[in-house]
């Protein structure tokens, strides 16, 4: 914080919405320099996620190369390294291949990972779809499924097109309405031997409705147009144990299955626990209302990374809108710090939720004041809003019109099943964290 | 081939060039019933796939799926699966995972590998580029190569930013002018903290040329643009061993190297050798003039998987023409032998080679009477033939605005690594074959 003269040195872990909104509020600021770290070269549109694994978008239409969008930035050096350990007492970031960046402000964005709250075989059995490896995963999967059943129609008996969604959150209605549709309409063309109408989209949610944080009106809406296409929905039951050929319900139902797709909960990711700096809900790191932490000035944790206070008590939700206005509001905040101006803390602007269910079908909750849209208008409105959000991201226009005319003339792009990539994500340990829902 | 009335079933193995082709043709045809059997769901257009490589396309873009392609075709049935054995006696065709199929007519068509000449360490250590897994996988290592030097640039002094491209084929050629641009512009621009001018190309081959097919004006304005655009080129000369961060030549250069890229030569799939039919050169099958196995009627073996008789003497070259007329004409054999209809040898009609060099360069030499196009009238043949053989390719018109744009523009498209896919392909055992090349 000394060196007087140059430009200030902030690292960034992260490129999510959090830490790229950041990155791209201080590019070009001559006060400062910043590097912004990585384990990808890309900044992945997670609100997508759920279109590439049922095949609408191609992988490539929702990530963005981080490179290509500050190639005109020379005050912002990106390094694709994993982080492994932070300090933040001496600002500085180490990376698996022994790095160290030391910063004069370290803007910590490592953002989420699934939380399955130590369900049995969860963690073993489930994909979840929280990142650009797992859509594809998913995709891939779904695929897989399909084609096992047709080489083998007894399957189908055995649950093979049994499909169960975990979380009626945004994250499980967008998959289970988008999955639903595909069923519907593309396999159903597309497998000439093999009785597609056989298949089944479940979704469970612990909760008395899908869309928990809507109105009620929007949990009716979402119900009605989820049993129009076929999506069993069981409420106020959870999953109590995932195996590899079914699940088993808090209600003592069993559901033969061989496609457990998990959208239930978020945590923070491993990293926060690592930095040794007090960590609050889902293991997030606690934040005062201007991000930094305690006792670290020109420490800040953002996004779905921090545990953010809201100004009507409890947490801010763990949203793109948030997380992105955290870092637009932090590169400010730096901004103010190095020249001492005096600031205000930090104040979401609640843009609403938005949701897609199915065909032509949308919610949106705009607004503080809370103007509803169902059906079509809304589903307008979801896609111009997620065509601005995706700002930077490449294609951003041509995907879009792609998806929409691939949607609306109910062909499907982009289905290449990717039989080499096997892997499995390692999830560490469940942290012991409450429940939260991510859209 | 005795039940008489119903369609007589077609078995065909592979969805290349060939395998696609024959079954397009035999879509709809109420003669017939067609089995088409891939390990992948797509198809792959492999003439792109340095773009692929150079992250001018997305994978997507190259692939179409074969569902959506026999979507409107009841009598085409598509499986998903390995195939492990074939008996041409029996005319019955097993997969991996157990399942027989039994043909009226089998064709084979199930393509090629890499060749790597017992080479040693090039099949441990250098990426081929012969299907859309290569090309991905060839995509994240260039990427991930600029990466770690970008971390530490004490590499690029040990060679990390050398690159060396085995074979002067025209996917050789064409990976070079590719990989120099990408260097130049791109990376140049996007890699604020690296001289990427210490990166170097290399392009080795032992014969007197490259584009040793083509004409002697050919090779001078191949070797003329590849020089333009910085490319070191070492004729006359073979790789003798790849080793991990190094190759040695036959003439006692050694290059210091962090990615060896394997264009060297092809042979047939290791299926060929299974099937207990004599194989020539590079393993293929040997066919007849109608392309069926001598002593197997009904058993035809097509495109690359298929040493096909030139009317010259020899064998026709492994080209995606060759491949797609083969499978044109024996979709039409078929039918006729099923008609009792009169039919005549398989006639390769060239259409002459194509290859693009470098930015806005081309080589073209089209029709029997060999009309030589250089520079951007032949850019602009390559572009409208490759359009053209993309037909069915999933947004053939869109993939190349898009790519056009891209190209001339010098902004560059999907440059994610994927960090998820550490897997080596297993070739297997490397055949004792000749070189060929493939473009």
């Known amino acids: 914080m000394s060196d007087k003269g140059g430009p200030k040195?902030?690292?960034?872990?992260?490129?999510?919405?959090?830490?790229?909104?950041?990155?791209?509020?201080?590019?070009?600021?001559?006060e400062v320099r910043v590097t912004l770290i990585d384990k990808n070269n890309y900044?992945?549109?997670?609100?997508?996620?759920?279109?590439?694994?049922?095949?609408?978008?191609?992988?490539?239409?929702?990530?963005?190369?981080?490179?290509?969008?500050?190639?005109?930035?020379?005050?912002?050096?990106?390094?694709?390294?994993?982080?492994?350990?932070?300090?933040?007492?001496?600002?500085?970031?180490?990376?698996?291949?022994?790095?160290?960046?030391?910063?004069?402000?370290?803007?910590?964005?490592?953002?989420?990972?699934?939380?399955?709250?130590?369900?049995?075989?969860?963690?073993?059995?489930s994909f979840p779809l929280y990142s650009l490896n797992d859509a594809e995963r998913l995709r891939s999967r779904i695929l897989e499924v399909f084609e096992d059943a047709d080489r083998d129609p007894k399957l189908v008996e055995k649950g093979a097109l049994n499909f169960v969604i975990v979380g009626g959150g945004p994250t499980g209605t967008e998959m289970a309405g988008a999955l639903a549709e595909m069923i519907n309409s593309t396999m159903a063309s597309e497998y000439h031997d093999l009785a597609v109408t056989g298949a089944k989209v479940y979704l469970v949610d612990h909760g008395h409705a899908v869309l928990g944080p809507f109105s009620e009106r929007a949990h009716e809406y979402a119900a009605r147009v989820l049993k129009r296409d076929g999506v069993q929905i069981r409420l106020g039951t959870s999953v109590k144990e995932v195996a590899p050929g079914h699940v088993m319900l808090s209600d003592g139902t069993r559901i033969e299955t061989h496609l457990v797709i998990w959208g239930g909960g978020l945590m923070a990711a491993p990293l926060a626990a690592q930095t040794g700096l007090p960590q609050g809900r889902g293991g997030r790191i606690d934040v005062r209302p201007d991000l930094t932490v305690e006792g670290f000035p020109g420490v800040y944790a953002l996004g779905d990374f921090a545990n953010i206070p809201s100004p009507g008590g409890g947490a801010l939700p763990q949203l793109g809108s948030v997380a992105l206005q955290t870092g637009y509001w932090t590169a400010q905040h730096i901004l103010y710090e190095i020249k001492n101006i005096a600031h205000f803390p930090f104040h979401y602007h609640d843009k609403g939720f938005m949701a897609m269910i199915g065909r032509n079908a949308a919610i949106a909750e705009i607004g503080e004041h809370r103007h509803e849209l169902h059906g079509p208008v809304a589903f307008a409105a979801w896609l111009g809003v997620h065509s601005y959000l995706m700002t930077g991201v490449r294609n951003r226009i041509e995907a879009f019109i792609e998806w929409a005319w691939d949607y609306f003339s109910a062909s499907r792009g982009p289905q290449e099943l990717d039989r080499s990539d096997a892997a499995r994500i390692d999830w560490g340990e469940d942290g012991d964290t409450d429940e939260e829902e991510k859209s």
Chains 1, 2 share one sequence.
């Open 9 to 30: 040195h902030v690292v960034i872990v992260g490129s999510g919405f959090a830490g790229l909104g950041c990155a791209r509020k201080l590019a070009l600021r001559k």
């Open 43 to 125: 900044h992945q549109f997670q609100p997508l996620l759920y279109q590439v694994a049922t095949s609408l978008l191609a992988p490539d239409d929702i990530a963005v190369s981080l490179r290509k969008l500050f190639r005109t930035h020379p005050n912002v050096d990106l390094k694709l390294a994993e982080v492994v350990s932070i300090d933040p007492k001496a600002k500085t970031v180490t990376t698996k291949s022994g790095e160290v960046y030391q910063g004069d402000y370290l803007v910590l964005a490592a953002g989420s990972q699934p939380n399955f709250f130590r369900t049995p075989g969860a963690a073993e059995h």
